[in-house]
């Protein structure tokens, strides 16, 4: 058997990170190593602690003293880092702990330097457009307008891996992720808080009249495109949209869920959200569409494959 290759995912614990382990755990050729300090993540996504091509280390990477010696000890080809503070209200409601994941971002990139990776993968946000100024969002094209604390790191945390790039030619890639669904998902998001007041029949609440404009990418997509971009070298020192075009209201979703459901759940309006809740949000997903090769999976479909999976309906508690 040729080497394995030895791939680090930060916050492999959380949505998209314990999808992409599961993923990459696949192929035989792959030794994954999850960090997270289990601040949003869950050990209960984790694979098998026992299975022989992976490994959970508990440590914050925002803290150099911890995440140091596991690059030491390691010596991996791949960083993947997806670790961050996320969920609208909580980033709105600890300002200063999503800014210290900045820390986290230049730990990385120092680390990965030193140790010769390969290439550094990074979990940017559509957040980093901001209020758009217009739609669909290009990666080049559109201007960024990052001013929410959650925002305003991803957009430094871009700017640092380009300057990495630039004086120690560290490569790249920035996953832009625009809002992504799974059954891993925590009620924090509103697909799954959406569906889990549907199943449950409980209110459904929407923050302000629900006219906000939002694209959702189910889980699937986004990992096929990832593995796609490590395994064939694509996007190389780049950025890409990862995310559905596909646009709905807020209020159209809740209803669109209680359709599907067939939920008696009735729909309650909230005061709006004072910042962070943009009113539209659209990818230009056409680098994203070349890459997958195939269609991407509708919300309706989405959402089905949600209400049937085991895995959704245990974290719900039903």
Do not use: W
Not at 18 to 25: A, D, M, T, Y
Not at 246 to 255: F, W
């Amino acid at each position: 058997m040729s080497e394995l290759r030895k791939i680090m995912v930060t916050g492999g614990a959380g949505n998209i990170g314990s999808e992409l382990v599961r993923k990459l755990l696949q192929d035989e050729k792959n030794h994954v190593t999850v960090v997270d300090n289990l601040f949003t993540g869950s050990i209960d996504k984790l694979p098998d602690l026992n299975h022989p091509r992976f490994k959970f280390i508990k440590a914050n990477v925002n803290y150099f003293e911890q995440i140091a010696p596991v690059f030491y000890s390691h010596n991996f080809d791949y960083v993947f880092h997806f670790a961050a503070v996320v969920g609208v209200l909580r980033t709105q409601q600890m300002p200063l702990k999503v800014l210290e994941d900045i820390d986290g971002i230049k730990n990385l990139l120092n680390l990965s330097t030193i140790n010769t990776v390969k290439k550094f993968f990074f979990s940017s946000s559509s957040e980093v457009y901001g209020e758009p100024v217009e739609i669909p969002q290009h990666e080049h094209k559109t201007p960024l307008n990052s001013r929410i604390p959650y925002a305003v790191v991803k957009n430094v945390g871009e700017c640092y891996i380009r300057s990495y790039h630039k004086e120690h030619n560290l490569n790249y890639t920035i996953f832009r992720f625009f809002n992504t669904y799974g059954p891993s998902q925590t009620t924090d998001f509103v697909i799954v808080k959406f569906l889990e007041a549907a199943l449950k029949n409980k209110p459904i609440t929407v923050y302000g009249d629900g006219s906000q404009t939002r694209t959702f990418t189910y889980i699937d997509d986004n990992i096929d495109t990832i593995i796609k971009i490590l395994n064939e070298g694509l996007v190389e020192n780049d950025v890409i949209n990862i995310g559905n075009d596909e646009m709905i209201s807020i209020l159209d979703l809740a209803k669109l869920i209680l359709r599907i459901t067939g939920s008696k759940s009735e729909i309650v309006h909230l005061p709006p959200l004072k910042e962070g809740d943009m009113t539209r949000r659209q990818p230009d997903n056409s680098k994203m569409r070349s890459i997958l090769q195939r269609p991407l999976i509708s919300l309706e479909d989405g959402i089905k494959k949600m209400i049937n999976d085991p895995v959704f309906l245990n974290r719900i508690g039903l």
